[in-house]
């Protein structure tokens, strides 16, 4: 489904449906277990005191209520009606709906855009009604909504009657039903409280886009937490993301779709190399958002951001009871990228002088069993690490046991954080998962907005995943948009490409174009041999397959020879491509080879891949993806992070390279991008880095517009 088809409707409020005072039921029915009789049970268990309309012309009255014989029966402007109907009733269900001026509908039945042409077909023409009424809809294809600030349960999955209260609440947005009924489950077990949970299904006319920016505007809702399998307007959401991060709330998302194959580019490394669900990642993430991999991080993570607010992208410390699991945490947290720095000097003789002489100051620290003689020693060694900026987290990593030893360890830490009061996050990792704790334990730990972690590995993902998002956050930088004045065509070749990105700050070797071998041997003479000789036409990407590159060329009698052979091996590759002439450029000295390369992502935006150049970037996948407007000293740390980054600062005696004059590049190529979108692709490679002060320069240069 494009995303014109659910382009706002003329007059739309999502409070019909979320907040709807009045509902209509098609499907209830004397059938035990049918879908309407659920929905029913679900606002009666909620307290629902709006007013309730039953449709079934085949009975007056059901479950103790009158029945309506059809939707013309309805008063007018009913806020929402739950279609529990088969699929086949549904699209004109909806007509008679909005014939009635009814504000929203809920449809369950499946069978529309996944269902073939005639599905799709039925789908567009809901979207149609939709936009032309004002009507929102959610699904079909979907499970309902649950709204738990108002009692507004309009779903035939059995709900509990939580109301949030006062509680920080969790959005819950997800395109499927049985995962925001999972996710809800697992929110709930935690004690999180949930504002409104949404299955959002085929999204024929209400999407997930307009679900974010409700709850944007919710000041009941904290933290929204999304399953989404294909984001149907991805430049929408970007922007709600920002404006999230502004408002101070936090998206947690769940995005499937990792191992599918990247987009094909027959012309480009960039297109080839960064695929769909890299693309996403990287501007999402860029955007504040908080990415996971699977479910049990979803939970885990909402729970660390509603009890604990925002977390620093500082490390975190460690206080544990056992020597090897301190090994264990360092190998984990190596990997994960969680950093656990040591103690600044007045923490350290803090640490000193709280514990005893056997145990050593470290990070991670371990306690040993001496709590359990010495109880206190939980508040002697908080205390000071809460005070040390070095540090955005604690982390308890505590050994249970049985009931006896929980009691040993438990109240003497939470009598502590009672009275530390702690203004940075405080987590608790159980080593044994599975051990008996008593359930007012860890219900203390929570209400001292204190998580409860059943797993340490647990505890230090779900942090290092929101630490990395507050570093993301530090890495934006302002830019000033540089037009390109592109040529026409989808292809533009080197020669061009060159030329116009030239005059933007991108460095290129000294030379020029030539349409004649005359106009070659100037070029020669002007920049000095030897040259390298290169074919030049739209139709030719890929040069060197075709023979069109010939290198080291050492007078005017090789150019003339190398002339001919160039324009005869482009020929015998493909008689059909004719070459506009040849570039000719000076040979630089070697270097370390990048490949630098920017997109346009139809969907998403602007994005910038780097990595080592050669074979290595296609068989080790040596690359990262880098939203277009990261700082300068982000791009230098991005350039680092590579596999093989550290060979740019020298490696077993060779020399540092000049990262800085790479990063100023890339840079100018992300302004370059933002201010040109007719940009689909540019492709510089190699771009080749000479040692520290010498700069950097793009060889080759491919672009790709329209």
């Not at 002088?353 to 709590?371: E, G, H, R």
């Not at 992502?601 to 602007?606: F, L, M, V, Y």
Request: aromatic share 4%; net charge negative.
């Amino acid at each position: 489904m494009d995303a014109a088809t659910i382009a706002p409707p003329r007059t739309r409020s999502l409070d019909r449906l979320i907040k709807a005072r009045s509902v209509a039921i098609l499907g209830v029915s004397e059938r035990p277990g049918a879908l309407g009789n659920q929905v029913l049970a679900n606002l009666e268990r909620h307290g629902f005191d709006g007013d309730i309309h039953l449709i079934n012309p085949k009975h007056e009255t059901l479950a103790g209520r009158p029945c309506l014989r059809s939707v013309a029966d309805l008063p007018e402007g009913i806020d929402a009606a739950v279609l529990a109907i088969p699929g086949a009733a549904v699209l004109d269900t909806v007509r008679a709906l909005a014939a009635r001026g009814v504000g929203a509908a809920v449809i369950f039945a499946a069978g529309f855009a996944e269902g073939g042409e005639e599905g799709l077909a039925a789908q567009r023409e809901v979207a149609r009604i939709a936009a032309e009424s004002g009507m929102v809809i959610e699904g079909p294809n979907c499970l309902g909504m649950t709204n738990y600030v108002d009692g507004v349960a309009l779903t035939f999955v059995e709900t509990p009657a939580e109301r949030l209260g006062d509680r920080p609440g969790v959005g819950i947005v997800s395109q499927s039903g049985a995962m925001a009924v999972v996710l809800g489950t697992t929110l709930m077990a935690k004690r999180l409280g949930i504002s409104i949970s949404v299955s959002t299904g085929n999204e024929a006319a209400s999407g997930a886009e307009d679900y974010i920016e409700y709850l944007l505007k919710a000041d009941h809702t904290r933290v929204i937490a999304m399953i989404v399998e294909q984001f149907r307007q991805p430049k929408r959401f970007l922007a709600l993301a920002e404006r999230a991060r502004a408002l101070g709330k936090t998206i947690v998302l769940l995005h499937p779709g990792k191992s599918s194959a990247a987009r094909e580019s027959a012309a480009t490394h960039t297109g080839a190399m960064a695929g769909d669900w890299q693309v996403m990642k990287t501007l999402v993430e860029h955007a504040g958002v908080v990415l996971v991999d699977g479910l049990e991080e979803l939970g885990d993570v909402v729970d660390l951001t509603v009890r604990c607010g925002g977390v620093s992208a500082s490390g975190a410390a460690v206080l544990t009871e056992s020597g090897a699991f301190k090994a264990l945490t360092l190998d984990l947290c190596e990997t994960i990228g969680l950093p656990l720095p040591a103690p600044a000097d007045a923490t350290h003789e803090a640490l000193r002088a709280a514990i005893p002489d056997f145990i050593p100051v470290s990070n991670p620290m371990d306690l040993t069993a001496q709590a359990l003689v010495d109880p206190d020693l939980y508040r002697r060694t908080l205390a000071p690490l809460l005070a040390d900026d070095r540090y955005g987290a604690i982390v308890l990593g505590i050994i249970q046991t049985d009931i006896a030893t929980s009691k040993l360890k438990f109240e003497p830490i939470i009598e502590a954080i009672r009275a530390l009061s702690p203004t940075k996050p405080v987590i608790f990792a159980g080593l044994d998962d599975g051990a008996s704790v008593p359930a007012q334990y860890i219900a203390g730990l929570r209400n001292l907005g204190v998580p409860y972690f059943p797993s340490p590995d647990r505890a230090f993902r779900a942090l290092a995943r929101l630490a990395d998002a507050g570093r993301r956050g530090q890495a934006r930088a302002a830019i000033d948009p540089v037009p390109a004045a592109l040529l026409a065509g989808r292809v533009i070749p080197e020669y061009q490409a060159k030329a116009l990105l030239a005059p933007l700050g991108l460095a290129f070797p000294p030379g020029g174009f030539a349409a004649t071998v005359e106009e070659a041997r100037a070029i020669a003479g002007r920049v000095g041999y030897p040259v390298v000789l290169k074919a030049q036409a739209a139709a030719l990407s890929h040069k060197s397959d075709a023979g069109g590159v010939i290198l080291n060329i050492a007078d005017d009698v090789a150019l003339h020879g190398a002339w001919e052979r160039l324009f005869a091996n482009v020929s015998a590759y493909d008689a059909s491509i004719a070459l506009d002439g040849a570039l000719v450029e000076a040979m630089g000295a070697r270097g370390l080879e990048l490949i630098v390369g920017a997109r346009n992502d139809p969907e998403w935006g602007p994005v910038i891949l780097v990595g080592f150049g050669g074979v290595t970037a296609e068989l080790l996948h040596d690359v990262r993806l880098l939203p277009h407007d990261l700082t300068h000293e982000a791009i230098v740390a991005e350039l680092r992070l590579l596999k093989q980054g550290v060979l740019l600062d020298g490696y077993r005696g060779s020399p540092a390279l000049d990262i800085d004059a790479a990063a100023r590049l890339i840079g100018v190529l992300g302004r370059v991008l933002a201010g040109t979108p007719s940009i689909r692709e540019i492709d510089l490679n190699p771009v080749v880095v000479y040692p520290e002060g010498q700069g950097a320069v793009a060889l080759d240069a491919l672009i790709l517009a329209g």
